[in-house]
């Protein structure tokens, strides 16, 4: 009783509190206005002071982000420096940021989970794909330190929903984009990989070694999304020499192969009818260039949206771009003799070093 009693009164307090305004903003409900100098400071009387007592961020995976939130004055009352809350990067956008969240000052950090953004990391096994960074939150040093700094384990785990088999000590490579769905209310997280064999059963992984004309299988999937709803559909596959390049090489141009292309150089098994796409594809060097960046244009279909293709033909219209996933092959050179005459013939081996693709766990936000 006596609880409920000092709760009703602490909120009763923080209701004034948060008509308080200071200068052109609203202070949070644990804030007071420093009228010298207009800015929102915490009300110490709100928090306690506990030695050793370590931060509980709120960790949640919706939306197929990290959503990180803590209290602002709880931190600073405990000796905790807000000013730099962030993930194990230094980039700008990879640090919490001041958010008023139910009337309480809030530290907020919302970040995609994608391959290397503020160097978040994959690791799959059989049935889930798991995200994981750590959060740093520094100790204030100035006049004094009081309190140490934490690093934290934070991770997001969804599952695969594929009926494929996975030896995970062979670290298949894996990352990820999120993309809206097509009423906006929904966002997407893509799985791309790329697979040995003609049944995408077998992963290729970061020590595998391609030779150019071998053929791989390239499987773009939406785990999570209602086939019954949505279909997925690879529209454009082109390549590039480099991450910023401005040269594209059509491999699939609006669902259908690209007329640039020989025959072989890629198919499509299936495309635009569920929730998977799937392209075997043969390896190939672009002309004065150790690496090829592959990049696939995604649209979301509210019914089957598969191109009818002619052989070399391309599909005159093509649904709206959701996002794009992206594919990085390194390359180093090697020669190899044909038969047993003085005709030497040269090859490129690939290694699949860096699969930077799209992961497309749907989360209604």
Known sequence: ??????????????????????????????EICNNITNTCQCNSTFYTFTPGSLP??????????????????????????????????????????????NGISEMILQRPLITSDCNTVPVMNATHVMYTNQLYIFGKTDPIRITNDVV??????????????LNVTLHPIIGTTVINGPTGNASYAALMMAFKDNTYTTALSDSDTLIVEDTIYLSVRVPDLDA?????????????????????????????????????????DSNGVGTESRFPMKVFQITS????????????CSSDCNSTCSPQSKSDGSPDIAGRVSIFLDASDTYYYLDNSSARGFSMPWTLSALIFSCILVKLM
Not at 289 to 300: E, F, I, M, P, R
């Open 1 to 30: 009783m006596k609880t409920t009693l000092l709760l009703s009164v602490l909120c009763a307090v923080m209701a004034v509190a948060a008509s308080q305004t200071c200068g052109s903003v609203t202070c949070a409900t644990d």
């Open 56 to 101: 509980s961020p709120n960790l949640t995976c919706t939306g197929a982000k990290f959503n990180i939130q803590v209290s602002k004055c709880w931190l600073e009352k405990n000796g905790y420096n807000t000013s730099d809350i962030r993930l194990n990067s230094t980039n700008s956008e990879c640090v919490a940021v001041n958010q008023s969240v």
């Open 152 to 165: 934290m384990n934070i991770s997001c785990s969804y599952p695969l929903n594929i009926n494929v088999t």
């Open 228 to 268: 019954n709803t949505f279909k997925l559909k690879v529209v454009n596959i082109y390549a590039s020499p480099t991450s910023s390049s401005d040269q594209k090489y059509y491999l699939l141009q609006n669902g259908c192969p690209s007329s640039q292309i020989s025959s072989d150089q890629l198919t499509v």
């Open 289 to 300: 260039s150790n690496t090829v960046y592959l990049y696939a244009d995604l649209a979301l």
